[in-house]
T-cell receptor, first 120, second 115 residues
């Protein structure tokens, strides 16, 4: 397998402040990372695709000005929740894609441990 | 619109027996499928995957079967162990396109393995 880390693992912030979450691929380079959100007892919802060196692409309904994504290097993507509100409280999970090109091209996608955000 | 469906929210199985988890999908553009295991407050752990050119992939106790014509896949775990108790997610992705890797997840199936 491969290792993806997230920092912090949990954060509590006040309404109106901004929070940055980091996602790192520790033992491989990831040109593409993904950010997901999971509400209690629900599935993971893809929020955006983070591409190294270019702008992130957001899924329908996700506010790009609220959830700022920066993929500054091949091992780091950050998600900043700006002007957080209680409804932004959730479990945020990133994943990093490890590509295998050539014949039988395929990929593996490894997830970070998640970040629990609580906005008070 | 839920493109990946896991219609069984829970499954209880005795230790040593087979666990069978089912997943259906509606998008014919999907051609790569993955199964993940997830514990509460943790990220999903990759278990096994299968591409649409195959109908079976096996890795240890885990086997995934794909029926493209029925748009159905299943995960078999045999023998089931208490440590297998977790939520299992089925995920699907389009092929080698710009959307490669954009996973659509099912709702998950809670598996409980009893002694």
């Amino acid at each position: 397998g491969a290792v993806v880390s997230q920092h912090p693992s949990r954060v509590i912030c006040k309404s109106g402040t901004s929070v940055k979450i980091e996602c790192r691929s520790l033992d491989f380079q990831a040109t593409t990372m993904f950010w997901y959100r999971q509400f209690p007892k629900q599935s993971l919802m893809l929020m955006a695709t983070s591409n190294e060196g270019s702008k992130a692409t957001y899924e329908q309904g996700v506010e790009k000005d609220k959830f700022l994504i920066n993929h500054a290097s091949l091992t780091l993507s950050t998600l900043t929740v700006t002007s957080a509100h209680p409804e932004d409280s959730s479990f945020y999970i990133c994943s990093a894609r490890k590509n295998h090109y050539g014949r039988g091209a395929h990929y593996e996608q490894y997830f970070g441990p998640g970040t629990r955000l609580t906005v008070t | 619109d839920q493109q990946v469906k896991q219609n069984s929210p829970s499954l209880s199985v005795q230790e040593g027996r087979i666990s069978i988890l089912n997943c259906d999908y509606t998008n014919s553009m999907f051609d790569y499928f993955l199964w993940y295991k997830k514990y509460p407050a943790e990220g999903p752990t990759f278990l096994i995957s299968i591409s649409s050119i195959k109908d079976k992939n096996e890795d240890g106790r885990f086997t995934v079967f794909l029926n493209k014509s029925a748009k159905h896949l299943s995960l078999h775990i045999v023998p089931s162990q208490p440590g297998d108790s977790a939520v299992y997610f089925c995920a699907a992705s389009p092929g080698l396109t710009d959307s490669w890797g954009k996973l659509q997840f099912g709702a998950g199936t809670q598996v409980v393995v009893t002694p």
